[in-house]
């Protein structure tokens, strides 16, 4: 190792130790709001965002929307989406069957795509 070597890893050496030293901070009290948490401990940081209970508006196909698409993901992740048109509904539907394993059958994907339109679609 030439001098050079040893000076940056002396360097970097002393940045990781003075890096890894914890003071003690005051605590700082944990926020909750609306099921969400925020807390501080010295320099980490946390976050929890609970979900909201979503509601969607009854409707033929609501069963079969909340029964399939609830296996793999939050209902509240549909609700944030735009309202889409027919075709795009189908093509998410299919998407989740067959790039994700879905196991929606085709009846049940034309209900759930009807369900879809009527609740989240945008007329065209």
Known sequence: ???????????VAGSLIAGCRHEA?????VV???GHTFSVRGS???MTIMPETV?????AGKQEFT???GICHSLRYISMQPAFPRKTWEAEVEKMVVKYGAPIDSVN???IVDYLVAVKGNGS
């Open 25 to 29: 901070a005051a605590p700082v009290p």
């Open 32 to 34: 909750k709001d609306a």
């Open 55 to 59: 509601e969607f508006p009854e409707h």
């Open 67 to 69: 029964a399939y698409c």
């Open 44 to 46: 980490v940081r946390e």
């Open 109 to 111: 994907g034309r209900k």
């Open 1 to 11: 190792m030439t001098r050079k070597h040893i000076i940056i890893a002396a360097i």
